[in-house]
């Protein structure tokens, strides 16, 4: 597994290097064989007056993008929270695999997993810096139903989740619902 540790506002000091791949390795440990690679980012916020350190693990498994984000006062305790619930993601993603390996009628899905990081969406793109400001992401974005939606938005730990539907071809949002549950924005003719 790749293994890649940035920092911003800090010094990525030896110790704090070794103590993030320990704990982000013990958190993967029982899923290494589907981890390619983690990405993590560990930042400490510049006013003094907000003791908010964060750590953010973005993790490949078999084309798919699991996320995890935590804050606290304290960057090592950061750490451990967000090991903790890329752990739990984890063991939700493998157990939502197998689940779907075990029913009749499955299609091995591994083929379109690798199609996601495919390079396509880049040729023909010309490199260029954005308007200050704007971050600009681009993925690939292959038609699934909305239940497949909500399990990626469970996964990325984000607030909502852009995708396409299988059945209509439509782009829709699906968001979590600050008092519980989910909602969809769809367009309208």
């Given amino acids: 597994m790749k ?12 110790a704090l290097r070794e103590y993030t791949q320990a704990k982000v390795e013990k958190a993967i440990q029982h899923f ?8 993590v980012h560990l ?17 490949f498994a078999n084309g798919t993008v699991i996320r995890a984000q935590e804050r606290s006062e304290n ?12 752990s739990r993601q984890l063991r939700r993603f493998k ?8 029913n009749p009628g499955h299609k091995d899905s591994t083929h379109t997993q690798e199609a996601v990081l495919d390079d396509s969406l880049l040729k023909g793109k010309e ?4 308007t200050p400001g704007i971050k600009r992401k681009y993925f690939s974005m ?3 139903k909305l239940e497949e939606a909500r399990h990626q938005l469970d996964l990325i ?8 539907e299988k059945d209509t071809g439509e782009l829709q949002v699906i968001y979590r619902r600050n008092h519980g549950g989910y909602g969809l924005i769809q367009a309208r003719d």
């Fill in 95 to 102: 157990e939502r695999n197998n689940d779907h390996h075990h």
């Fill in 127 to 130: 490199a260029h810096l954005p």
């Fill in 43 to 59: 930042s400490v916020a510049r006013n003094p007056r907000v003791p908010q350190q964060t750590a953010e693990v973005t993790i």
């Fill in 32 to 39: 290494g064989d589907m981890v390619k690679e983690a990405d």
């Fill in 142 to 144: 292959p038609p699934m």
């Fill in 3 to 14: 293994l890649l540790i940035h920092g911003r506002n800090l010094e990525l000091t030896p």
């Fill in 157 to 164: 730990d984000h607030d909502f989740y852009l995708f396409r």
């Fill in 75 to 86: 960057l090592y305790a950061s750490i451990d929270l967000v090991a903790s619930k890329l």
